[in-house]
């Protein structure tokens, strides 16, 4: 529409400028099209979720040991008729039931993290409308308007629909949610180019965009999810979520232990049933049965099964700890993400920069002042640097005057105490360094001495002259005031304020000029302020092209949206720990450049910055090739940034994507974590985000950075200390069916080391309690020192699966050892369990001190972390009581010891880890 004439448009869309639509053709439209709201996406019914949740591969290996003691419990009740044992078994099935349903229901709740980024892109539309229909103008639910609607907008309105403008009024529209530019963007209604970007479709009002100044008048063009905003919602539909790093790396690492323990259950009872065999040239019932009941045992300890829940807790504590440095995490997955990130792609306008223009420096009386640069906060130092001289008070304020009197934006205060503006963004800049030397609008207009000052005459800022002008009543003078682009202005311009002398332009021009170039360089925009006395004849009744001219020039401002003053630090800080910072934006090359040199993301000003019109021609491959040296990206859209994103990922990167607008959501969403700003991002980008900064400081990304490898580090601890206790269980069943090939005393030869509800004790309970711990765990050492780690590594990598092999094989060795003295010491069998249960239990209680560093035991204190301390101890205390407790008794299988075996069980298995540790200590040796 934008490059149709204004009539062919409204013939096209069958519709009068004055006349609007009738109520029944609107109505026939909306019955039609559809209500102008942004589809939602179909979500995934919460049943089917939780279905989804009761068939991860750990959880089928616990299905299957249902099933077993099912039918275990079946043959006992039916064949064998032995009820206790039946019950036994059945007590089994339900303890290992339970365990699921507790598994599945963590791992629903974590993946139950509402997508809600369709929902507030809809409720962002849920305002009035001024809508002429049958040739009256009413207020209308913007959900009703539709194609061919004419609508009319002024300062403050939101845009409801895209609109192709039919007349305007200095109208001026803020767009950052789409393009990511802070400047309004001044609109008309001429017919433009076929090919022309997004950002500079003048002649269009965008949905979600905010007038800032002026009015107009459009005819709807697009409604609901055929709008700008709608396209970067169904954009944001079709974008997947990918699995994070640590849910590939644990889906990995859980199928290999799934094919582990299949294999092992199956190596089992094959053992058993071959060994029946050759003893007796027949395989029995019985023996079948028998050797079930071990592969019970077997399977619930060859499956880490409190892996998912230790993990969610592991992770919630993580989230915690990011919600105290402000980080709002919305997906647990996420927070180790955060450890491997190498790439951290930013929006520049509002996350890196404050999305606030900002006066930060000025020319006022051929004197150079800056001003503190805190966005719209209006407080702030301005101070001089001039080389030879000091500039005074005096010498600014004529120009600060001039520009506060000639300006009709505000700023106010909100609900939350934060400054908003109102009015063109340029004019609030000026009002803000107004409010820094302490001059208001209406402190000046409510004087009552001598500089009594009355506005006359106000002539507004016009596209095509570039400027404003005031005329100002000044006690019994008459002032014009004037401000506008410096290179219009000058063309009205005849004199120059210069350290307190009136000099013709020619004399300063050159000076100015140069100032004017400066600003540029450092990506300014530049506004130049002047005055003119007037006659009282002239101000009341010259005209417009009359008043301005003869121009006195006091000062030239330079505005930015200033760079938020921590992110230098923190980028510095990310380089350092091997994280790379890349800034895409909507805004111009120029501008995009000079804020990333000046926040170290790139090291020279020649660095290359790419556009979004070089990346459309460049296809994948070429983009692919040349995205690991580019840190600039300008000019793009959301389409460009996805692509950017996925480019580095197929580099392997972990690409981290932050960012504010509605604009960045899609990006956010394709990003392995996407992060939002929590106070001045956008709903949609809150609600696209896994973590929302609510402070909206970069150095929280770093902060966080520096958590999710904390984070990482206890992931690995717990995985060491959990799949230790597995190889000691698996590998104590085993030496139990491979070695005690005849009865021992009251022990027979098919009796199982442990039981299986024995195991799912030590899993649930003295495992996993002291597991879990873990997570409180400070870092080791300076975790921002490091690298980031290699994604694709195996969890189990750099000498962990060496150590887990070592110490579960010791662990699992002792634990046999004890079963087997307990048989030939003559106990009954539900004691020699008991033995080899506390025995296991204690060894890895042991462990988990060592388990939680890198070195040894030696080198970490055991006191550091008091909720490790409480977890051992209580798993410790439980795990002793459920031996002496008579009703724990019948339901695990397990009976109370004399003192001295109890003092044996508690410190012998110490000695493994007491004993590796020191030898490690001594001789470095990382394997174990």
């Known amino acids: 529409m934008y490059s149709q004439d204004c009539k062919d448009v409204l013939n096209e869309l069958k519709t009068s400028r004055h006349d609007g639509l009738t109520t029944a053709d609107a109505n026939e439209r909306l019955a039609k099209y559809g209500p102008n709201e942004i589809q939602q996406e179909v979500q995934e019914p919460a049943w089917k979720a939780y279905l989804h949740a009761l068939t991860e591969p750990i959880i089928i290996i616990l299905w299957i040991a249902i099933g077993l003691t099912l039918i275990s419990a079946s043959y006992d009740f039916f064949i064998k008729k032995d009820p206790p044992s039946g019950m036994s078994a059945l007590y089994e099935g339900i303890v290992i039931l339970i365990v699921i349903l507790i598994n599945s229901g963590l791992t629903y709740w974590q993946r139950l993290s509402a997508q809600k980024s369709l929902d507030a892109l809809s409720s962002a539309s849920r305002h009035q409308s001024n809508v002429l229909r049958d040739q009256t103008w009413e207020k209308i639910d913007a959900s009703k308007l539709v194609e061919g609607d004419i609508v009319e907008v002024k300062m403050g309105d939101f845009i409801e629909a895209d609109?192709?403008?039919?007349?305007?009024?200095?109208?001026?529209?803020?767009?950052?949610?789409?393009?990511?530019e802070s400047d309004a963007i001044q609109k008309d209604f001429q017919t433009l180019p076929e090919h022309t970007d997004l950002g500079d479709r003048t002649n269009m009002g965008f949905s979600g965009s905010t007038v800032v100044n002026g009015s107009g008048i459009g005819v709807v063009t697009a409604t609901g999810s055929h709008t700008e905003l709608g396209k970067i919602a169904d954009l944001l539909n079709r974008t997947p979520t990918g699995k994070t790093p640590i849910e590939r790396a644990i889906n990995q690492l859980t199928k290999r232990l799934m094919i582990a323990a299949i294999g092992v259950v199956m190596i089992a009872i094959t053992y058993d049933l071959v060994k029946e065999y050759l003893a007796t040239n027949t395989i029995t019932f019985s023996g079948l049965m028998a050797s079930v009941s071990g592969a019970i045992a077997l399977a619930v300890a060859a499956i880490p099964d409190s892996m998912p829940v230790v993990l969610s807790i592991v992770?919630?504590?993580?989230?915690?700890?990011?919600?105290?440095?402000?980080?709002?995490?919305?997906?647990?997955?996420?927070?180790?993400?955060?450890?491997?990130?190498?790439?951290?792609?930013?929006?520049?306008?509002?996350?890196?920069?404050k999305n606030e223009m900002t006066v930060t420096r000025f020319f006022a009386n051929g004197r150079h002042f800056a001003a503190d640069a805190n966005g719209y906060d209006p407080v702030g130092e301005i101070t001089s640097f001039e080389e030879d001289e000091t500039g005074q008070p005096a010498d600014y304020l004529p120009f600060i005057k001039s520009a506060v009197l000639n300006n009709e934006a505000q700023i106010q205060r909100n609900e939350n105490g934060n400054y908003e503006p109102l009015g063109n963004p340029?004019?609030?800049?000026?009002?803000?360094?107004?409010?820094?030397?302490?001059?208001?609008?209406?402190?000046?207009?409510?004087?009552?001495?001598?500089?009594?000052?009355?506005?006359?005459?106000?002539l507004p800022f016009e596209s095509d002259r570039k400027m404003m002008s005031t005329v100002v009543k000044f006690g019994d003078s008459y002032k014009l005031f004037t401000k506008g682009a410096p290179d219009v202005i000058m063309q009205h311009t005849t004199d120059v304020s210069l350290k307190d002398q009136i000099v013709p332009l020619e004399q300063g021009r050159e000076l100015l000029e140069k100032q004017i170039l400066d600003y540029a360089d450092d990506a300014l925009r530049t506004i130049a302020?002047?005055?003119?006395?007037?006659?009282k004849q002239q101000?009341?009744?010259?005209?417009?092209?009359?008043?301005?001219?003869?121009?006195?020039?006091?000062?030239?401002?330079?505005?930015?949206?200033?760079?938020?003053?921590?992110?230098?630090?923190?980028?510095?800080?990310?380089?350092?720990?091997?994280?790379?910072?890349?800034?895409?934006?909507?805004d111009h090359p120029a501008t995009a450049q000079a804020i990333a040199y000046r926040l170290g993301i790139i090291r020279s000003q020649q660095a290359r910055t790419l556009e979004g019109q070089e990346i459309e021609e460049l296809s994948d491959a070429q983009l692919f090739k040349i995205v690991p040296d580019i840190r600039v990206y300008a000019r793009v859209s959301p389409e460009h940034k996805q692509r950017i994103i996925k480019a580095l990922q197929k580099h392997d990167q972990v690409v981290a994507m932050t960012g504010d607008g509605v604009n960045d959501a899609p990006a956010l969403r394709a990003a392995d974590i996407g992060i939002a700003m929590g106070i001045n991002g956008t709903e949609v980008t809150k609600d696209s985000a896994d973590l929302i900064l609510l402070d909206d400081k970069f150095t929280t990304i770093e902060t966080s950075v520096a958590a999710g490898r904390t984070i990482f580090a206890n992931i690995k601890n717990f995985m060491r200390q959990e799949l230790t206790t597995n190889v000691a269980e698996v590998l104590s069943i085993l030496l139990g069916t491979f070695f005690i090939t005849r009865s021992i005393g009251h022990v027979s030869e098919l009796t199982p080391t442990l039981t299986a509800i024995m195991v799912l004790w030590v899993n649930m309970i003295s495992d996993s309690l002291p597991a879990f711990a873990l997570g409180y765990d400070g870092a080791e050492h300076d975790v921002m020192s490091e690298k980031?780690?290699?994604?694709?590594?195996?969890?189990?990598?750099?000498?962990?699966?060496?150590?887990?092999?070592?110490?579960?094989?010791?662990?699992?060795?002792?634990?046999?050892?004890?079963?087997?003295?307990?048989?030939?010491?003559?106990?009954?069998?539900?004691?020699?369990?008991?033995?080899?249960?506390?025995?296991?239990?204690?060894?890895?209680?042991?462990?988990?001190?060592?388990?939680?560093?890198?070195?040894?035991?030696?080198?970490?204190?055991?006191?550091?972390?008091?909720y490790l301390m409480a977890a051992v101890l209580f798993a410790a205390i439980s795990s002793l009581a459920i031996t002496m407790l008579p009703f724990f008794n019948t339901l695990m299988g397990t009976s109370s010891l004399t003192w001295p075996v109890y003092l044996a069980v508690i410190f012998v298995p110490a000695l493994p880890t007491f004993v590796l540790s020191g030898l490690k200590e001594m001789f470095k040796i990382n394997f174990w």
């Not at 579960?808 to 030939?824: D, E, H, I």
Request: net charge positive.
């Open 163 to 180: 609109v192709r403008f039919l007349s305007v009024n200095e109208l001026q529209v803020n767009e950052s949610h789409l393009t990511g």
């Open 315 to 353: 992770l919630t504590i993580g989230a915690r700890t990011l919600a105290r440095n402000h980080g709002l995490i919305k997906s647990l997955s996420s927070v180790e993400t955060l450890g491997a990130t190498t790439f951290i792609a930013s929006d520049k306008t509002g996350t890196l920069t």
């Open 426 to 458: 340029t004019d609030v800049s000026l009002i803000v360094l107004g409010s820094k030397a302490k001059i208001t609008r209406a402190n000046l207009l409510n004087q009552t001495d001598d500089e009594d000052f009355d506005i006359l005459r106000v």
């Open 529 to 535: 302020v002047t005055k003119r006395t007037l006659t």
């Open 539 to 586: 101000a009341l009744h010259a005209t417009q092209a009359e008043l301005e001219q003869d121009l006195t020039l006091l000062g030239i401002a330079g505005i930015i949206d200033p760079p938020r003053a921590e992110v230098r630090t923190s980028i510095a800080n990310l380089h350092k720990a091997g994280v790379q910072v890349v800034m895409i934006t909507g």
């Open 788 to 866: 980031p780690r290699n994604v694709h590594e195996s969890l189990l990598a750099n000498h962990l699966l060496s150590r887990i092999a070592v110490r579960g094989a010791v662990m699992g060795l002792t634990v046999f050892v004890a079963f087997y003295w307990a048989a030939q010491s003559g106990m009954p069998v539900n004691k020699a369990q008991t033995v080899a249960f506390l025995t296991l239990v204690f060894g890895q209680l042991w462990h988990v001190f060592d388990a939680r560093t890198t070195h040894t035991l030696f080198r970490r204190s055991p006191f550091s972390n008091p």
